[in-house]
């Protein structure tokens, strides 16, 4: 009868072992996934987000262009890739850090401004008012443009999210390290042969790191994250993608889990072969 309630309170451990590991694999996983700066890094080069970014603008700095009447080559020497890559890359970076940032185009439009006036020589158009209002307006929606395509909000917000959420994250993963490591004893000294109680641990990381795995395999096998439908399209697939690096990073923190579960395993295994070996021993003498 004691040997069978011990077994049932094994087991209750166990389990309320394996639900806190699951907890503990799913928080760390949120921390290492969407609230880690190299997912968003590495998110940003998978998706090609500059590169899409760029190519989005300068198709529609092209398009008011020609719709303002002139020649979209106009602006291909003074609005440069180079600079594009490199106001935007600012801006992301220094908004992850919690900078505020705003797009600086002004050195370009200055740049356009004068370009245009030359056309305009050029060709022999009478710049008067009309002409100049027109420009002073293709100007403006140009530079809104430009600034509205890389300031992105959603940079900001990842960084107050993540000043705001991760202390709670690091508590609840410290919260549950030491109620791990209490259940841990627990079960190891309620049972007279340590390496039964080790055997219990073992199967509680092996289902809490299986239970964790369950969204993060579901959402890369059926690739869920890219069923995320916004605009523009390059902000698009960097969400898809930076969805899919999280889910990643989960999938590894519970594969960790579960090689936890081979490494009790395997000193489980290898503790039982000792006590035969010494129980043989001293049947032999």
């Given at each position: 009868m004691r040997s069978s309630k011990k077994t049932v309170r094994s087991y209750i451990l166990a389990f309320l072992t394996s639900l806190m590991i699951c907890a503990l694999i799913i928080a760390t996983g949120i921390l290492s996934g969407l609230f880690n700066r190299k997912t968003v890094s590495n998110a940003l080069t998978a998706s090609g987000y500059?590169?899409?970014?760029?190519?989005?603008t300068r198709s529609d700095v092209d398009s008011i262009l020609v719709t303002s009447g002139l020649d979209k080559d106009i602006a291909e020497d003074v609005i440069t890739r180079k600079e594009l890559y490199k106001t935007a890359q600012e801006y992301v970076s220094g908004s992850l850090k919690g900078e505020t940032r705003t797009v600086d185009v002004s050195g370009a439009m200055d740049r356009l401004q004068e370009k245009i006036e030359n056309y305009l020589i050029q060709k022999e158009?009478?710049?008067?008012?009309a002409v100049r209002r027109g420009v002073n307006l293709m100007m403006q929606e140009v530079e809104s443009t430009c600034r509205n395509n890389m300031e992105n909000p959603m940079f900001r917000y990842l960084y107050q999210y993540?000043?705001?959420?991760?202390p709670l994250l690091y508590g609840i993963i410290f919260a549950l390290i030491i109620l791990l490591l209490l259940l841990h004893v627990i079960l190891v000294k309620q049972h007279?042969?340590?390496?039964r109680g080790w055997n219990y641990l073992a199967y509680s990381w092996?289902?809490?790191s299986m239970l964790a795995m369950v969204l993060p395999v579901y959402g890369l096998i059926t690739g869920i994250y890219k069923r995320i439908n916004?605009?523009?399209d390059y902000f698009n697939r960097f969400l898809s993608e930076?969805?899919?690096?999280?889910?990643?990073s989960w999938f590894v923190i519970a594969l960790i889990g579960v090689g936890i579960y081979f490494v009790i395993l395997v000193c489980v295994i290898h503790r039982r072969r000792k006590l035969k070996a010494q129980q043989e021993s001293k049947s032999v003498r």
């Open positions: 500059y590169k899409n970014l760029i190519q989005e158009i009478e710049s008067d008012k993540g000043i705001r959420y991760r007279r042969l340590a390496h092996l289902s809490g916004v605009s523009p930076y969805l899919k690096e999280s889910l990643q």
